[in-house]
Each structure stands twice: as C-alpha cells, then as structure tokens.
C-alpha cells in the first residue's frame, strides 16, 4: 500500500450531542439591564391569548453554545468544497461563488413575487434569459422553468404528453421504460396515470431497435429514456427510435437530468426527442442534496407548447414581459409563484460565466470520468465497455470471491477522505459502483481517488476485514441503516419519556 495516498485526517474529536442534552433551565444567549421603565402589558393589539409564554421541552442554551453546537455539527458531514464528493447520477459538482453573489445581489434578493409585475421586470428578464439560454442548450422550442426538481419535471412532461394525446381523442394506456432508466421514471409514469412497461437492454447497455418495433402499437403514450443511461452510456440510436415511436403517434420523453454529459455538443431537441427535463441543480451547479430547492425546467417541441403549465412568461409590446395566469389548454399550475427563481438565478449565472464554455465543462467531464475508468478497469470488474460518459459504473464482482461488496469500498472510501460514490444503482448492475468526477476535480484529485480506490481493492484481496468493517476514522461507525428505515426515531424526549425501542436506536 503507498502511504503518499492515503488522505484520511484525524477528526476533532468530540462527539456532539444534541442540543437538548446541553440545556439546562434560566439559560440564554444575552440578558438585557434590568427595566427601568414600566413594564408593558401584553398588546391589547395581539390579546394575551396569542401570546405564547414558553415552549415545552425548548433548549435552553448560552450564544456560544448554540455557535459551537451548530459548527461543530457542520464539520461531521462532507461538502464539495472540503474535497471530491463522486456521488454518481447527482453531480456533485462545485458551485462557483459568484453564483452566490449574484443571487445575494439586493435587488435580486429582496423581489418577491406579489410585488406588481411592473417593478419584476428585471427578474423576469432573467428567466427570459434563461429560458433562451436553455432553448439553446437544448434544441428545443418551448420551456417551462416552473418544475422544483427533476422527478416534477418528469411529471410535467408527462402530463404534456397526456394533454396533447387527450386532445387529439385518447390518452392512450402504456409508457415504455429501458431498465437503464432512473427510478423516478417509472414512479412518474405510474403518477401520470399510465401502465409502465420495462424494456430490456441489450449486451452493451443499448436499447434493442427490433424489440422496440414489436412494443410500440397504438396504445403506447411514449417511451421514457435516460440518456446518457444510468450506465453511463450514450444511447446512440436516438433518431430512430424518435421516428419508430412517431411513425406510431408516440412521443419520445428524455431524462435530461444527465445534460452535463451533453451540453455544448449535441441537442436532444435535433436528435428527435419532444420533451425533456433539465436538473439545474445538477447539470448547472446550483447547490442540492438533504432535500433543498432544486430545478427541472421542462423543454418541448412546438406541438407541446399551448399545454405547458401556467403561469406563461410572455413578451409584450415594447419588450415589456409578463406572467399570464390563464391558458385554455393548460395543464394547470404546478408551483407556487413561478418557480424557484433564487435556484434559476444561480443556474444562469453559470451558465454566463461558461458563455460558450459550457461545452468544456461537458468535456472536462467526460474526460475525468474517462480517466478514473482507464485507470480503475482490472483492478474493479466494468461491466459494460462502451465508451463512459460523465460517469463510469463499476461492479463489486472481483471483490465479492473475498467477501467484500461495494457498501464496504464505499465505506473505506470514507477512511481515505472522500465523499463515497453511488453504490447498488443502478439495478441492472449487481453490487454497483457509480462513480461520477464531475469537471470540478483536478487531475491531482483524481489521482488520489484512484490512489484510494487502488488501495482499497488491495486490502479487499490481502486484509478483507479492514474493509468490512470500514469506516475506522469517522466519529460514528457503521450506522444501522436498516433500523433507522424500520424505527427512526424523529422526535427527541427526555431519558425518562423514552421506549426501549428508541433508547436502544437513538444515539448510535
Ligand atoms: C437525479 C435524477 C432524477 C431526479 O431528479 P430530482 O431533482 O432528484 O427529482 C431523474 N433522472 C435522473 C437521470 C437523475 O439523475
């Protein structure tokens, strides 16, 4: 083992209870002199009815104990901006300050959407922009920017699709799905009010064109694609499978939630499909994960475009821009507002600051996800070989005849100072590794990840029980992840309130 690439650090070691273990009764972050006026009674504005005097159980905690409590905690997790976070299919990728900065800007940051439209014209010029920006990017003709994430967009679209079948006399029964497909595609389907059928791919991760042949008849609404696929892959039969779906009055649905593999260098738009979504809090390096604001804009072909959801950005005369609330043939609102407008701010001014090199952050992408694959083939089994894109999927196979899967590599990956990868998805991979660089990472950072998981191969083959029972360095061992699905324990109660079932569950 070269010890020149191990990264694991020492934590600070302490480790932090909850903040209702530190209270204790009469504490506060500051205390003011005592009055020296009369003290007024409770607003007769209000009544005393409103007024709350205390809350039961509320930590009471000193200023410093609160600052110290909430860093600390901050410091237990992993963030892009303390080192490589190879989380496949959620791109991870940094997020450039000056994103930050232009979504704090004040006039940017203080709109808010029932201010009169009047005085939202430049925030409207701003999703104008993005909207023609996306167009663009994509090779589309129509776009909502309202979706709050990628599995909303997907919905949208599908509802698109729905509305513009319904109009022209039958919404029809099936949607085909390539088990290459992310798992919201299906959950989508279902929502939608369609019959999900899977479809198999073949050897190399591709879609079979004379199975689909036979699928596709008259009750089929569209096919819904992942591409690149969750393997990674290109799918390079995309025109053709356009026109098989067409020839039938089918549309074609684009999972585009992978665009930062494409961006810049071909368009889905002049590729045949008719609807897609975008993940701007991928794709477009606005900042996601533990549930927070996202965006996945919708983009359409022409015939889709008098359904999108309202309300519709309009140009009026003179330039003037406007949200209009009602459309006939809408499929109706599916945001609060307009959208996430400070994630859509974020994502437009990366997109600027690319300008024509958002085409480079495409291939830089791939080209890392190239990298780590050249030189990680052999040392982990590669089960599909065509070219990767912006991410490489390996399986656990070599690892296996010693006993160790890929939740234990992706748990020793924590010893040696990175964010784990994707492991078990997709499913058409038994025991994957996904693993996605992103353009974010140097080749010194991409070295020493391929340092780490080259070490951790050797220990898998010469000291298994290293890696089993990974991580060693991390302030909490290996969590019992089952427990916290079956019994999670959501609410904290004082020692003497607890079951037994969240004693024994709560703290480890
Ligand atoms: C992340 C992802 C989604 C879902 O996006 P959310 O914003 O998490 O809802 C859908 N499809 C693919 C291919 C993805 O990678």
């Not at 302030?475 to 999670?488: F, I, N, S, T, Y």
Request: hydrophobic fraction near 40%.
């Amino acid at each position: 083992m070269n010890d020149n690439i191990k990264k694991a650090k020492r934590h600070v070691n302490q480790n932090e209870g909850l903040i209702f273990e530190k209270s204790s009764p009469g504490k506060r972050a500051f205390e003011l002199p005592p009055l020296d006026v009369p003290k007024a009674e409770p607003s007769n504005a209000l009544g005393a009815h409103h007024r709350r005097e205390g809350v039961e159980g509320f930590p009471e905690v000193s200023e410093i104990e609160v600052i110290r409590h909430f860093t600390r905690l901050s410091t237990w997790n992993h963030a892009i901006d303390l080192g490589m976070y190879p989380l496949g299919s959620c791109t991870m990728k940094y997020n450039p300050r000056v994103n930050e900065f232009v979504a704090r800007l004040e006039g940017i940051a203080t709109e808010h959407p029932y201010q009169p439209q009047e005085l939202s014209q430049g925030c409207l010029k701003i999703l104008r922009l993005l909207e023609k920006c996306l167009l663009e990017i994509t090779g589309m003709d129509a776009i909502t920017l309202q979706p709050a994430a990628g599995a909303q967009g997907e919905l949208t679209g599908l509802l698109l699709i729905r509305a513009y079948l319904q109009k022209q006399g039958n919404p029809r029964k099936r949607v085909l799905i390539p088990d290459s497909a992310h798992g919201t595609n299906p959950a989508t389907a279902v929502i939608a009010g369609y019959e999900v059928e899977n479809i198999k791919s073949n050897e190399h991760g591709q879609m079979d064109i004379e199975n689909l042949q036979k699928l596709v008849t008259e009750d089929v609404a569209a096919l819904m694609i992942t591409n690149p696929s969750t393997l990674g892959i290109y799918e390079q039969n995309l025109p053709e499978i356009a026109q098989i779906l067409h020839a039938k009055g089918a549309l074609l649905y684009m999972d585009g939630a992978n665009m930062n593999a494409l961006a810049g260098i071909t368009r889905p738009g002049d590729l045949g499909a008719d609807v897609m979504h975008l993940n701007l809090h991928k794709t477009f390096s606005t900042p996601h994960g533990g549930g927070g604001p996202g965006a996945g804009p919708v983009a359409m072909k022409k015939v889709l475009e008098r359904f999108r959801p309202v309300p519709i950005l309009v140009e009026k005369e003179g330039g003037r821009l406007a949200l209009e609330p009602v459309r006939p043939d809408s499929i109706g609102r599916v945001k609060a507002f307009s959208s996430n407008f400070g994630v859509l701010v974020r994502a437009l001014a990366y997109i600027l600051a690319y300008g024509p090199g958002v085409r480079q952050a495409t291939e830089d992408a791939v080209l890392n996800a190239n990298y780590i694959r050249r030189h990680l083939e052999g040392v982990y089994d590669l089960p599909y070989s065509l070219p990767s894109m912006h991410e490489v999927v390996f399986s656990d196979a070599l690892q296996k005849k010693n006993g160790v899967n890929t939740m234990d590599i992706a748990k020793r990956l924590i010893d040696y100072g990175f964010h784990p990868y994707t492991t078990a998805f997709p499913l058409i991979v038994p025991g994957a590794l996904m693993i996605e660089p992103t353009e974010s990472e140097s080749r010194e950072e991409c070295d020493l990840f391929i340092g780490a998981m080259k070490a951790i191969a050797d220990e898998a083959a010469r000291q298994p029980e290293i890696v089993k029972t990974a991580p060693h360095t991390t302030r909490v061992r290996r969590l019992d992840e089952v427990g916290a699905a079956r019994k999670p324990v959501l609410r904290w109660k004082p020692a003497a309130q607890r079951s037994t079932a969240q004693t024994s569950g709560a703290r480890d």
